[in-house]
């Protein structure tokens, strides 16, 4: 009987990679997201992060999460990483305080895709909630993979603070022009 070595290897490796672990990160805040933020004319404070999708909400409680059978750890769940990364860029803004107009989050997809061999995306949809409007942003945010499990994998764990940036930014954004659109006081719109 003949034997494969080759295929032997691979399928070793293959397991092997599989009991991975790679960790990740705590969120940045960027500099575009502070800017940004400063030129918000309130104070916030972020009430808390959810989601009604049981998908979403299901990933929102784990702390680890894995692709292409490798498993990488979020410092803390998603749903407090969430939490924890918009606190974090308004409190770098300035514009972070208890006493300010309440943020929630609700989550209806978090998700990424490592099927490509050399890059991966990850689809963000958050509807944020202050005071009674709703931003609604949805973004895709694509980063550079890899063929190799360990590798993939690390990359998407930390393509995560990108693509929370970049929904943050697209919330800032509008919860900017909301509040030129507001009249001052002593102005009639």
């Known amino acids: 009987m003949?034997?494969?070595y080759p295929l032997t290897l691979v399928c070793l490796f293959s397991l092997l990679s599989g009991c991975s672990v790679a960790g990740?990160?705590?969120?940045q805040p960027s500099v575009q997201n502070i800017r940004t933020a400063e030129?918000?004319?309130?104070?916030?404070?972020v009430s808390g992060v959810e989601s009604d999708?049981?998908?979403?909400?299901?990933?929102?409680?784990?702390?680890?999460?894995?692709c292409r059978m490798v498993n990488y750890e979020l410092?803390?769940?998603l749903f407090t990483f969430v939490k924890d990364a918009l606190t974090d860029e308004l409190d770098a803004a300035r514009k972070l305080s208890p006493s300010g107009a309440p943020i929630s989050i609700s989550v209806i997809e978090i998700d990424s895709d490592t099927s490509g061999m050399n890059d991966g995306y990850w689809n963000t949809h958050l509807i944020y909630d202050v005071n009674g409007k709703?931003?609604?942003?949805?973004?895709?945010?694509?980063?550079?993979?890899?063929?190799m499990a360990d590798v993939a994998c690390r990359n998407t764990g930390n393509a995560l603070t990108d693509a929370l940036a970049e929904n943050f930014a697209g919330f800032y954004r509008e919860l900017a022009g909301a509040e030129q659109a507001q009249p001052t006081k002593?102005?009639?719109k």
Do not use: C, V
Not at 39 to 45: A, F, G, T, V
Not at 53 to 66: E, I, V, Y
């Open 134 to 147: 709703k931003y609604d942003i949805k973004k895709t945010t694509r980063f550079e993979s890899a063929y």
């Open 39 to 45: 030129s918000l004319k309130n104070q916030y404070s």
């Open 2 to 4: 003949k034997r494969n």
């Open 75 to 77: 410092p803390t769940p």
């Open 53 to 66: 999708n049981p998908r979403a909400s299901q990933r929102l409680n784990k702390r680890s999460m894995g």
């Open 186 to 188: 002593g102005t009639k």
């Open 24 to 27: 990740i990160r705590r969120h």
